[in-house]
């Protein structure tokens, strides 16, 4: 049986090295703007408000000139790596550069997924207490889901959305372990579409914790103001 990990401070890891194709815009998503700060600098903010979290790791693309000009930059708890091709490779590169040993956590969260609730992040970071594996935030599915045909846009049938969940980031694993299973499942041509995807892969069991429908990812260009609405309501 796997004991669980202590943890004196938690260490988090921002994939921002994607262009954003869906959002149609004339820059990759994660610098498009609500209110005075880019959705990247949202997104940090809300992982840096927690005391818990002693350092942010941001992946950029090889060519990104963005993230220097923002204010953020300068905060010396964030620094950046050089991403890679994938969000998983991205992720390994901010992990390969962790050498400090009593962080035995890591977190990873959406660059443009601004509205994490601190309360949210609070419970997720709870998991270190009791679980060896730790797990991500997730909404349970509330809509009727469905199945295309392969290919097309007809409905092959109906999905049954007991015990389906949406996964949402933050997503929070052992150091070791995560590293581990990322490595293995990209040496093994696996998809992984998500850190937990990559323990799961590996027989790993994360938890889901159940998380604020407003986390939302910014996609396409209709979630950018509902985004800023939800903000607004935060900063109420």
């Known amino acids: 049986m796997m004991t ?7 260490i988090a890891v921002v994939p921002a090295a994607g262009i954003g194709s869906r959002m149609q815009s004339s820059c990759p998503k994660q610098y498009l703007s609500i209110g005075s700060k880019t959705l990247l600098e949202h ?15 941001v992946a950029l693309h090889p060519e990104d000139d963005r993230f220097q000009q923002l204010p953020i930059a300068r905060d010396p708890r964030v620094e950046t790596v050089v991403g890679g091709a994938t969000r998983a490779e991205s992720v390994l590169a901010g992990l390969a550069v962790i050498t400090d040993q009593t ?13 994490l609730a601190f309360q949210d992040l609070e419970r997720l970071i709870a998991l270190t207490h009791h679980s060896a594996v730790g797990g991500l935030l997730a909404t349970p599915v509330k809509d009727t889901m469905k ?20 996964a949402l980031t933050p997503q929070l694993f052992p150091l070791s372990l995560l590293k581990q299973c990322l490595q293995q499942a990209l040496e093994q041509g696996k998809e ?4 937990a995807s990559a323990l799961e892969l590996a027989g790993y069991q994360p938890i889901l914790v159940e998380g ?3 986390n939302l990812k910014v996609t396409r260009p ?10 607004s309501q935060k900063n109420q």
Do not use: N
């Open 4 to 10: 669980t990990v202590s943890t004196t401070g938690i």
């Open 43 to 57: 997104s940090i903010a809300a992982l840096i408000d927690h005391p818990a979290i002693k350092r942010v790791i």
């Open 103 to 115: 962080a035995s956590w890591v977190l990873v969260h959406d660059a443009a997924r601004p509205c």
């Open 147 to 166: 199945r295309a045909k392969a290919g097309g846009q007809c409905v092959k049938h109906s999905v049954e959305r007991v015990d389906l969940w949406h």
């Open 192 to 195: 992984i579409t998500d850190e």
């Open 212 to 214: 604020r429908s407003d």
């Open 222 to 231: 209709e979630d950018l103001a509902l985004a800023g609405f939800y903000l």
